[in-house]
C-alpha cells in the first residue's frame, strides 16, 4: 500500500515504451475525452482486466473487475475513505492493482482497479498510475462541462421566465427577476423586440452569437414555440445594427424587427417582429422592421374607442385584477399565436391557455370560431393595453353604447380600407373574393372551396399570392389578418361581429360589436 502526489505527471519513457504514453496522452486530445474508452484502452495496454467505479461501487467505465467480497471491499473502503491511495494483492492466479481517482466534490472518490494475469511490471505500473491520473483529468473537465451546462440551462430558463411575465404585461416582476444578473437591462419605459430565424439545428450556435455580439444589452431568449427562432428584446438602438452584422455573416440566418413599443406591449412588439421577419425572406439583406404603416384604430376617434373597448370587456369587471389581467394577457396572445404556441411562450400548458379563452368567450357571450369576431376582440384587447393614453369621449354620461359600426363609418377609416383591399383588384383570378369567402369560413380552406366551387389547395394558394400583395401574413393567425378582417368589414363585404350579451340599458338584444 502506498500514498502517490497530486498532479499530473509525464511518464519517462523511451525507445518502444514510448508508444503506450502517446496513446495515452492522445486520450486528452478534444476528439477523445471519455473517460470509459480511456479504462477500456487500459484493460488492453495492460493485457488485463480494468474497471473505474464510484464510491458506491457504481460501475463508471469498463468491464467489472472479480474482487473477493471479504478481503477488497475493506481495501476499497480505505481507498475511499483516503486512508491510503492504492494497493496490490496477487495470488490465485491473479495480480490486482487498486488505485484511488480523485473526483471533483460533492462526488466521493472512485477506484479504478485492475487486473491481469502476470505481475505487473514497471512497464504495467506505470501505465496504471497514469492512467489514473489522466482519468482524474477527465472527471474534472466533465463535471466542468456538466457544471457548465447546468449554469447556461439556469440562465437560459431565467431569460426565459422574463420574456414570458413581460408577455403578459407584469413588467415590475419582470424587473425584479432581471435586476440580479442584468441590472439596468429592464431600466427603460420602452423596448424593441428583434426575431432571427435559422436551421433548428444552427439555433443555439446563433443564440451565443448573439449574446456575445451585444452582450448585456439585451434579453436573448430561445423561442419556445418555434425551434428556429431566437428572440431578442432590447431597449438600445446600437443592438439592431450588431443584429444585421450577425445575420450577414450567417447564410440562411434572416432578422425581423419591431417598431419601438412600451415593455408593457411586448406581445405586441413580438407580432410585429415576427411579421417583419416574413417579409425579411423578400428582401436581399434578410433583414426587414415592421413597416409603421397606417393601423385601422389609429384613424378612429379615440374616445368613442375607449368607450366601445370598455363596454365590450366591461363582464370581465367583476373578477379580481389578477384573474381579469391573466385572461385579457392569454386571450391576446392566443388570437396573435395558436394555443399551442401561445401555451409554449407563456409556459403553461395549451389547455390551460384554452380554458382561459374559453372562460373569456363565455363571459363576452361570443364565439372566437369566428374570424370577424376574433378581429373585433383583438382591436379591443389591444386597446385595452393603452387605455390610459386614449382620452374619455365627449359626452361620455350618455346612455347609448358605441358600436363597432359607429367606429369604422368614418371616412379615414373607409379610405385606409378601400386603399388595402382595391390591391387586389388587379389580380384576374380574383383574389377578393376567395379571400373574403375564406375569412367568412372561419379561415378553413376546404368549407371555403365548397362554397367557392373550386379546389381547396387553390384557395390556399389564393390566400397566400394576396399576401405579399396586402404586405400582411394572413395564414397565420394575429393582427396582420385582424386588420385585414376590419378593412371588409369597414366596406361592408363581410357581416359584422354580433356580440349576443345584452348591454346595460339595452336587456335582452342582440349587440353589433
Known amino acids: 500500500m502506498a500514498g502517490r502526489e497530486d498532479g499530473f505527471r509525464h511518464p519517462e519513457v523511451t525507445g518502444t515504451d514510448a508508444a503506450w504514453a502517446q496513446e495515452l496522452l492522445d486520450q486528452l486530445r478534444p476528439t477523445g475525452r471519455d473517460v470509459r474508452r480511456v479504462v477500456a484502452w487500459l484493460a488492453d495496454a495492460v ?62 472518490a472512485g477506484v479504478l482497479a485492475v487486473a491481469r494475469a502476470s505481475p505487473f511490471d514497471r512497464r504495467a505500473s506505470d501505465i496504471v ?27 437560459s430558463d431565467l431569460r426565459l421566465a422574463i420574456l414570458q411575465l413581460l408577455m403578459v404585461e407584469d413588467t415590475v416582476s419582470a424587473r425584479r427577476v432581471a435586476a440580479g444578473l442584468w441590472p439596468g437591462l429592464l431600466d427603460t419605459d420602452t423596448a424593441c423586440v428583434y426575431v432571427l430565424e435559422g436551421d433548428a439545428e444552427e439555433r443555439d450556435r446563433i443564440a451565443e452569437e448573439c449574446l456575445a455580439a451585444i452582450q448585456e444589452q439585451a434579453l ?27 445575420i450577414g455573416r450567417n447564410p440562411g440566418v434572416f432578422l425581423g424587427g419591431s417598431v419601438r413599443q412600451s415593455l408593457a406591449r411586448t406581445a405586441t412588439a413580438y407580432g410585429q ?49 389578477h384573474t381579469r389581467a391573466e385572461l385579457l394577457a392569454t386571450t391576446r396572445l392566443g388570437l396573435e399565436f395558436t394555443a399551442v404556441n401561445a401555451a409554449k411562450v407563456l409556459g403553461v400548458s395549451r389547455n390551460t391557455v384554452r380554458a382561459r379563452m374559453e372562460r373569456v368567450e363565455g363571459m363576452l ?64 383570378r380574383d383574389l377578393r373574393r376567395t ?37 400582411r401574413r394572413l395564414l397565420a393567425a394575429g393582427s396582420d389578418l385582424y386588420e385585414v378582417v376590419l378593412a371588409h368589414l369597414v366596406l361592408g363585404d363581410l357581416e359584422p361581429p354580433v356580440l349576443d350579451r345584452a348591454k346595460p340599458g339595452h336587456p335582452g338584444s342582440p349587440v353589433h360589436g
Not at 129 to 155: D, I, K, M, P, Y
Not at 450 to 468: D, F, I, K, N, W
Open 435 to 471: 379571400l373574403r369567402t375564406w375569412i367568412a369560413a372561419g379561415g378553413n380552406s376546404e368549407r371555403a372551396a365548397q362554397t367557392l366551387g373550386m379546389h381547396a389547395q387553390t384557395v390556399r394558394e389564393h390566400v397566400r399570392s394576396a399576401e405579399p400583395v396586402l404586405e
Open 47 to 108: 493485457r488485463g482486466e480494468a474497471s473505474l467505479q464510484d464510491g458506491a461501487g457504481v460501475l463508471l467505465g469498463g468491464s467489472p473487475v472479480r474482487l473477493d467480497a471479504d478481503r477488497d471491499a475493506g481495501l476499497v473502503a480505505d481507498i475511499v475513505a483516503g486512508r491510503i491511495a492504492s494497493a496490490a494483492w496477487e495470488g490465485e492466479g491473479r495480480h490486482l492493482r487498486l488505485v484511488r481517482v480523485e473526483r471533483p466534490a460533492p462526488s466521493s
Open 220 to 246: 436573448v431568449v430561445r423561442c419556445p414555440a418555434m425551434d428556429g427562432h431566437v428572440i431578442v428584446v432590447t431597449p438600445w438602438d446600437a443592438v439592431g445594427e450588431a443584429l444585421r452584422s450577425l
Open 365 to 428: 357571450g361570443t364565439d372566437f370560431s369566428d374570424l370577424t369576431v376574433r378581429a373585433a376582440a383583438y382591436l379591443a384587447l389591444n386597446t385595452q393595453v393603452g387605455l390610459a393614453e386614449i382620452p374619455a369621449a365627449r359626452g361620455a354620461e350618455q346612455t347609448a353604447p358605441t358600436r363597432l359600426a359607429d367606429l369604422l363609418a368614418g371616412t379615414a377609416v373607409h379610405t385606409w380600407a378601400h386603399g388595402l383591399l382595391g390591391r387586389l383588384d388587379a389580380d384576374a
Open 273 to 321: 417582429a415576427v411579421s417583419a421577419l416574413a417579409v425579411a425572406h423578400f428582401r436581399p439583406d434578410k433583414a426587414a422592421v415592421y413597416a409603421e404603416r397606417t393601423h385601422p384604430e389609429r384613424l378612429m376617434d379615440p374616445g368613442a374607442l375607449r368607450d366601445w373597448t370598455a363596454q365590450v370587456l366591461r363582464p370581465l369587471d367583476t373578477l379580481p385584477h
Open 129 to 155: 498510475t497514469h492512467t489514473a491520473q489522466v482519468v482524474e483529468l477527465l472527471l474534472r473537465a466533465r463535471e466542468s462541462t456538466v457544471a457548465g451546462r447546468r449554469l447556461e440551462r439556469a440562465t
